[in-house]
């Protein structure tokens, strides 16, 4: 089963459920970033919940940038996605590692660390883009991830993300982000916590080969809920070009352009999202300053 996400609502329309299978969009991270199996469960999750949240968002022209900054060895990780969800990132500490935590498992919350905040922003089009800011609250980034939106968009929610990484690579992923309406009784509220409760794990349900409809019936105990999109599908690729990056050589100024013309005669930049190497030569280089100097006059 490839990634995909779906959008769905519960109890007649009272609960929100979007739920995602990201797999395939994290191992292609893994590979890109060559990220320990830590890194790769701690920079999956939030791969994970940017994907969720860039689908909400209504034009391709949107886009969303989540930086996720603590006092962990991971460091500063950052993911920014358009509406597709086409998403791309990068992490401080790739190869980070440590002792597994007291259940046995890959600490997430040792390499993230308990300081620190989430910055999310949402470029949509207005003359400011929305900016929310949110303290971690114990660095599994599911939970800093509810408080968030509860602080930063004043919405109650329930969000869940896994990662199971084995010796060949990302077994599964996915999450899921869950939002009572307005008009949801206390009752349904209750009967999700419930369900969310009994479902267990959202990465075991995903290894089991769960779909994405039976998890979703799993998690909120509705057995008649509605399908209202299930075409999305995430996707982890960078939108970098040579082109981008000669804005970026520009950028630095004539006198440093000048500097390196004279002192290597060439230029290599390495994306940060991918890898990617791009090379300019001398003549390249001389190309990007002239331009410089017809612009400014």
């Known amino acids: 089963m490839s990634d995909s996400m779906i959008r769905l609502l519960a109890y007649d329309g009272k609960i929100s459920i979007v739920c995602a299978k990201t797999t395939e969009l994290v191992e292609k991270a893994r590979r890109t970033h060559d990220l320990s199996p830590l890194a790769t469960a701690t920079f999956g999750r939030l791969l994970t919940i940017t994907s969720i949240m860039a689908q909400e968002m209504k034009k391709s022209s949107d886009k969303i940038t989540i930086q996720l900054k603590g006092n962990g060895k991971i ?9 597709f969800p086409k998403v791309k990132g990068l992490v401080s500490n790739p190869h980070v590692d440590l002792p597994l935590n007291e259940f046995g498992k890959l600490d997430v919350g040792g390499a993230v660390g308990q300081e620190g905040y989430i910055n999310v922003i949402k470029d949509i089009g207005l003359k400011d883009p929305y900016i929310g800011i949110s303290p971690l609250t114990s660095g599994e980034i ?13 919405r109650q929610s329930a969000v869940a993300l896994g990662v199971l990484v084995d010796k060949n690579g990302v077994r599964s992923a996915g999450g899921y982000l ?3 309406m307005p008009d949801a009784t206390e009752q349904e ?6 369900s969310i409760f009994k479902a267990g794990a959202i990465s075991k349900m995903l290894d089991e080969n769960l779909s994405l409809l039976d998890i979703a019936k799993k998690v ?10 299930d075409n999305i599908i995430p996707i982890y690729e960078c939108d970098c070009s040579k082109e981008h990056m000669t804005e970026g050589i520009a950028s630095i100024g004539k ?14 930049i390495i994306c940060q999202f991918c890898n990617k190497k791009y090379k300019f030569s001398k003549e390249e280089l001389e190309n990007i300053k002239d331009n410089l100097i017809e612009d400014k006059k």
Request: glycine residues 6%; without cysteine; charged residues 30%.
């Open 75 to 83: 460091g500063t990780m950052i993911a920014t996605a358009n509406n």
């Open 255 to 268: 006198e440093e352009l000048e500097d390196i013309i004279q002192t290597d005669g060439k230029a290599e």
């Open 189 to 194: 509220i209750s009967k999700v916590e419930q």
């Open 178 to 180: 869950i939002n009572p």
């Open 220 to 229: 909120t105990g509705d057995e008649k809920i509605k399908v209202l999109e």
């Open 142 to 154: 599911a939970d800093d991830f509810t408080n968030y939106f509860i602080n930063s968009e004043q």
